[in-house]
């Protein structure tokens, strides 16, 4: 991820106070790092990160260490059948965990960039996060074909291969969700940010909802 993209995630998560986050798509863990940093500079807080594997020579764990982040800040999950099924147990359960029973303040998703795994990650995601969480979907001009080397996108349909996925979980999925608003791209054609709003049914939702249908006039205010 270019350095502009993990700054606006670092200042984003500073400037709301985005306390308690969720990454799907560990990777080798710089965005973890990153954001681990920022609930640093906020004083506290927790990151969930979790991948299909989190065992590689080069993984979250060392690189946190080598930043000197508190162990205590991370929870890395090791998920081989996939974050679906996390943050399905996390929907039906809702308890033990105390992030997990609260809801998350941010989620970055960064993980499949996959149509048929990213939409419905998206879908559960919606559910768990908190009004006034952020949603920042990452790779929107990406497609598979630019790693088509890859072994495991080797045989994939040219349809897969050359398909913005990412692109169409944000066009058809987050830009017409009816409880987000603020949503804008930055750094343009790699970040989708998306805000929940508070639910339709209470008056500040209903306000909310009011205000943001005429942004050009009243401004588009936070909450
Ligand atoms: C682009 S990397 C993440 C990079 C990381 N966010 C960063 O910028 O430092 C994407 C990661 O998502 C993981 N991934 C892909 N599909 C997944 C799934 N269904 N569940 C969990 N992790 C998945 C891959 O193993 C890979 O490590």
Redesign the pocket.
């Known amino acids: 991820?270019p350095p502009v993209a993990l700054r606006h995630i670092f200042d984003q998560v500073v400037a709301y106070g985005l306390h308690d986050c969720l990454?799907?798509?560990?990777?080798?863990?710089?965005?973890?790092c990153v954001i681990a940093s920022a609930l640093d500079c906020i004083g506290g807080g927790r990151l969930v990160t979790?991948?299909?594997d989190q065992s590689g020579p080069v993984n979250v764990g060392r690189l946190m260490a080598h930043c000197g982040i508190d162990p205590a800040r991370v929870e890395i999950v090791a998920?081989p059948l996939?974050?679906?099924w996390w943050l399905g147990d996390a929907l039906g359960t809702r308890h033990g965990d105390a992030a997990r029973e609260r809801g998350f303040d941010f989620c970055?998703l960064?993980?499949?960039h996959e149509w048929n795994?990213d939409a419905l990650a998206f879908l559960l995601v919606a559910r768990l996060l908190r009004p006034g969480g952020w949603l920042a979907v990452d790779d929107l001009d990406f497609r598979l074909r630019q790693v088509a080397e890859r072994p495991e996108f080797g045989a994939r349909d040219p349809r897969e291969l050359d398909s913005f996925q990412m692109r169409q979980v944000w066009d058809l999925l987050v830009q017409s969700h009816p409880d987000f608003g603020d949503r804008h791209e930055f750094p343009p054609g790699r970040l989708g940010w998306a805000r929940k709003l508070r639910p339709r049914h209470t008056p500040l939702g209903w306000l909310d909802r009011l205000r943001r249908a005429q942004p050009r006039r009243l401004g588009a205010p936070g909450f």
């Open positions: 991820m990454e799907l798509g560990t990777g080798f863990g710089t965005t973890a979790i991948d299909l998920e996939g974050y679906n970055l960064d993980g499949a795994q």
